[in-house]
C-alpha cells in the first residue's frame, strides 16, 4: 500500500527585537525550544512550522536564539528550568563533542524534564543517558549519498559531461563548500557526495578543484581535505568565492561543478559568479552547475529562474511535525517515544530519522537558449462548493501566482453542460494549456469531448482528481491525468477502522448490542464516481479481511440499491452525493426511525469528509459527537482530511481521515504544466512520480490521518 507523510500544519512566523519569543495559550505544556541561531533559513522554516503548531495545538511555549552561542544556550536552558519548563526541545550549538548536550540532558533529568533534541545530531550515549531524552533529525551521511545520486544523473543527462567538462579532461573538477567542522551532516555531505556520485560512475569523474583550500586534519580519503569552510553561512561562502574567482577561472575548467553542504553557501556562491556574468538565468549566460542542501524557498526559486542545478530536501514541516507528535505525547502523559512505529527510528536509540529526497524542480534549471513560451492557463473545477477541491484550488493559485503563470479559473457548479462551454471559450480566447476537475465521471463522452476539442487546437490537456479513463487519455499524446488510485482510499480507511476497533476495549465499547458485530451506516459519493465506489466497498471489505470475517456489516439505517453490484456492500449506502447538506438531512431522517444507542447504527462510514461532517452535525443535535466529556459517541471515518475534519478530529468529535494530499495534487499539475511552458512532453521528466503502466496517469499516495 502506498504512503505518504501527513503534513499537518502551514507555516507561519511571528518575530520579535528579544532573544527569545512567547506564545501560545497556557495548559498543561510549557514548552521551551532552543535555536541554534535565528539567522539560519533552514533554521528558520523548521521554527515557523513549528510554532504554527504549536499555536495551533494551543501549546504554551517560549523561543530561545542562541546565535551560535552554546554558554548563552546553556544559560536559556537553565532558566527555562528554573521557570517551570516542562518540557525541552534543543537545536544544540556544539556538536563536535558530547559536554554541552550532556550537561543540558543532566539538568532536565534532575527536574524530571523530557529533553528533544533536533536537527543537530547529539550522539547516542547522551540520547541513551536518559529514558525520557531522544532525537529528531536526519540521517548525518543521508544527504551526502543523495547529492552524489543528484550529480551523477544530472551529469549523465544527454550532452551534459561534454558541456560541463570545460578542458575536456574527462574529469568534472569540483569546487567544495563545507559546513561547521565536527558536524556530523557536513562531514557526511562533503565526503559521501562526491564518493557516491563516483561509486555511480564507476571512475573518479568528479576531482577536487586546485580552488579549494587543503585541511591535512581531516581523513586523507581524497576528498574530505579540500573544500572552502563556508560554515553554513552564504556570506562567508561568497567571500570565499570572490577571492578564489581572483586566481582561478569559470571558463577553463578550473571549476566545474560547485557542492555545497547548505543552500546558504550554495547561494552565496552563485552570488559571487553573478557578479562575473554567470549562473544568472538568462538566456546565453554562462552556467556552472551548483548543488545545494535543505531546499529552502531561496534555494527552490534560485533553481526554478536557471540559477542553481538542484538541492536535497529537508523536510522542515516534517522536521516540526516529527517534533510536536512527541510533544503531544508529553502532553498526553504517554512516554516520549510511544505510538512511532510509523517513524523511521533507529535500533537501539530512540532517534527518529526525517528522510531526505531530490529537489531538481522541473528537471531544466540550466537557463533556457530561448525564452519559454508563454502559458495562458485555464483551470476548470467541477464545484467550487467541495471542500477538498478548494484545497487543491487554493494550492494551485498560490503556484501559478508565484511563478507569475496566466491563468483563468472556472466553476463548472456540477454543470457538465455548463463546463464544456467553458472549455470552448477558453480555447476560442487562446488557452494553450487545459486543466479539467471534470464533472461527469460515469462515461467518456463528456472527457472525451474536452479532449477532441483541445486536440483540434493543438492544446495539452490534463485531467485532475476525478478520474477519466485509461481510453480517453491514450486518445491523444497531450494528455494524461493527476489523481489518486480509486480504490486505495478505501482499503486505507479499511485499515484504519480495523486498527481502531482492535484497540484495546473498542470493540467490546461500540459494539452496543453485543452481537459481534459492528453495524456501519455508509454514506456515498456520486454514483458512476470510481473513487466513490471503490470507498464504499474496499473500506469494508478489507476492514473484514483484516477481522477474518465479517464483523462489519450494513446497519439496516441504510438504504439498499439494487442496481450495485451485489456483494453484499455496495448496496447498502445513504447517497450524499459529497455533500454536508445532504448528510446532515439524511442522517436527520435516519434517526427518526434508529438508534444512536442500541446498536442500530454503531459506526459511520463517509466516501469524503463533508458527508462525514454533515452526519456528525445531526448527531450533534442528539447530543453525540460534541466532544464534550461524557457525551454519546459513534466513531466517524471520512476520507480528505480538510482542515474543518482535522479538527474536528482533534476537539473529539471525529475518529479519522484519510489524508487526499491537496498541495501534492496541486504540485504534481503544476510539474506538469513546467513541462508545457519549456517546450517539452507533458510527461517528460517524470520518473520520480508513480506512473501507472500503458497509460500517461500520475498517481498521489494517500495516507491515514487520526491527529496524534
Do not use: H
Request: charged share 20%; with cysteine.
Amino acid at each position: 500500500m502506498k504512503k505518504a507523510l501527513a503534513v499537518l500544519m502551514v507555516l507561519a512566523m511571528a518575530l520579535t527585537v528579544f532573544a527569545c519569543d512567547k506564545g501560545g495559550k497556557s495548559g498543561e505544556l510549557n514548552v521551551s525550544v532552543f535555536f541554534y541561531d535565528y539567522s539560519d533559513t533552514y533554521i528558520g522554516s523548521v521554527r515557523a512550522a513549528m510554532e504554527q503548531g504549536l499555536k495551533d495545538a494551543n501549546i504554551a511555549y517560549t523561543f530561545y536564539d542562541a546565535a551560535s552561542d552554546q554558554a548563552k544556550q546553556t544559560t536559556q536552558v537553565e532558566t527555562a528550568l528554573t521557570s517551570g519548563s516542562n518540557l525541552l526541545i534543543v537545536n544544540i550549538v556544539t556538536t563536535g563533542s558530547d559536554e554541552a548536550a550532556q550537561n543540558i540532558v543532566d539538568a532536565a533529568k534532575a527536574k524530571d524534564v523530557p529533553v528533544i533534541f533536533f536537527n543537530r545530531e547529539v550522539s547516542d550515549a547522551v540520547v541513551n543517558s536518559y529514558e525520557k531524552c531522544c532525537f529528531v533529525g536526519t540521517d548525518a551521511d543521508e544527504a551526502g549519498y543523495m547529492q552524489g545520486q543528484m550529480i551523477y544523473d544530472f551529469l549523465s543527462a544527454e550532452g551534459n559531461m561534454a558541456r560541463y567538462d570545460l578542458n575536456a579532461d574527462g574529469k568534472i573538477n569540483y569546487l567544495m563548500f563545507r559546513g561547521e567542522l565536527g558536524n556530523a551532516e557536513a562531514f557526511g555531505r562533503t565526503l559521501y557526495s562526491v564518493q557516491n556520485a563516483n561509486t555511480l560512475f564507476g571512475s573518479a569523474v568528479l576531482a577536487p578543484s586546485a580552488a579549494n583550500q587543503t585541511d591535512s586534519t581531516q581523513p586523507a580519503d581524497g576528498i574530505s581535505p579540500y573544500y572552502l569552510y563556508g560554515n553554513w553561512s552564504a556570506a562567508n561562502a561568497k567571500n570565499l568565492m570572490d577571492t578564489a574567482l581572483t586566481t582561478y577561472s569559470l571558463t577553463n575548467g578550473d571549476i566545474e561543478i560547485v557542492i555545497a553542504n547548505n543552500d546558504d553557501q550554495a547561494l552565496g556562491a552563485i552570488e559571487s559568479m553573478n557578479e562575473k556574468g554567470f549562473n544568472t538565468g538568462e538566456a546565453g549566460a554562462g552556467y556552472i552547475p551548483v548543488f545545494g542542501v535543505d531546499a529552502t524557498a531561496v534555494a527552490q526559486d534560485a533553481i526554478a529562474n536557471g540559477k542553481m542545478t538542484g538541492t536535497i530536501k529537508q523536510d522542515a514541516q516534517g522536521m516540526a511535525d516529527g517534533i510536536l507528535y512527541l510533544a503531544k505525547n508529553v502532553g498526553a502523559g504517554k512516554e516520549l517515544m510511544a505510538d512511532t512505529s510509523g517513524f523511521n527510528v533507529d535500533e537501539g536509540v530512540a532517534k527518529i530519522r526525517i528522510p531526505y529526497a531530490i529537489f531538481t524542480g522541473d528537471g531544466s534549471a540550466v537557463p533556457p537558449e530561448e525564452p519559454a513560451a508563454t502559458l495562458n492557463v485555464s483551470v476548470f473545477f467541477y464545484d467550487y462548493s467541495d471542500t477538498y477541491i478548494g484545497s487543491v484550488r487554493a494550492a494551485f493559485e498560490t503556484l501559478l501566482k508565484d511563478n507569475a503563470v496566466a491563468y483563468t479559473f472556472y466553476d463548472g457548479a456540477s454543470d457538465q453542460s455548463k463546463q464544456f462551454t467553458q472549455v470552448e471559450t477558453a480555447l476560442t480566447q487562446g488557452s494553450n494549456l487545459l486543466i479539467v476537475n471534470i464533472v461527469t465521471t460515469g462515461s467518456d463522452e463528456a472527457a472525451q469531448n474536452i479532449v477532441d476539442a483541445a486536440k483540434a487546437k493543438d492544446v495539452p490537456v490534463i485531467f485532475f482528481n476525478r478520474e477519466v479513463s485509461d481510453a480517453v487519455v491514450n486518445s491523444y499524446e497531450k494528455c494524461c491525468f493527476v489523481g489518486t488510485d480509486a480504490d486505495e482510499a478505501g482499503y486505507m480507511q479499511g485499515q484504519m477502522i480495523y486498527d481502531f476497533l482492535s484497540a484495546e476495549g473498542n470493540m467490546a465499547r461500540y459494539d452496543l448490542n453485543a452481537d459481534g458485530k459492528i453495524n456501519y451506516l455508509m454514506f456515498r459519493g456520486e454514483l458512476g464516481n470510481a473513487e466513490a465506489f471503490g470507498r464504499t466497498l474496499y473500506s469494508v471489505q478489507n476492514a473484514n479481511t483484516l477481522f477474518g470475517s465479517a464483523v462489519l456489516a450494513p446497519s439496516a439505517a441504510n438504504q439498499t440499491d439494487s442496481t450495485q453490484p451485489a456483494d453484499g456492500i455496495s448496496p447498502y449506502y445513504l447517497y450524499g452525493n459529497w455533500s454536508a447538506a445532504n448528510a446532515k438531512n439524511l442522517m436527520d431522517t435516519a434517526l427518526t426511525t434508529y438508534s444512536l444507542t442500541n446498536g442500530d447504527i454503531e459506526i459511520v462510514i463517509a466516501n469524503n469528509d463533508d458527508q462525514a461532517l454533515g452526519a456528525i452535525e445531526s448527531m450533534n443535535e442528539k447530543g453525540f459527537n460534541t466532544g464534550e466529556a461524557g457525551a454519546g459517541y459513534i466513531p466517524v471515518f471520512g476520507v480528505d482530511a480538510t482542515a474543518v475534519a482535522q479538527d474536528a478530529i482533534a476537539n473529539g468529535k471525529m475518529t479519522g481521515t484519510i489524508k487526499q494530499d491537496a498541495q501534492g495534487m496541486a504540485e504534481g499539475i503544476f510539474y506538469l504544466l513546467r513541462n508545457v511552458a519549456a517546450g517539452k512532453a507533458v510527461m517528460a521528466d517524470t520518473e520520480g512520480f508513480n506512473v501507472d503502466e500503458g497509460v500517461a496517469k500520475i498517481r498521489i499516495p494517500y495516507a491515514i490521518f487520526t491527529g496524534a
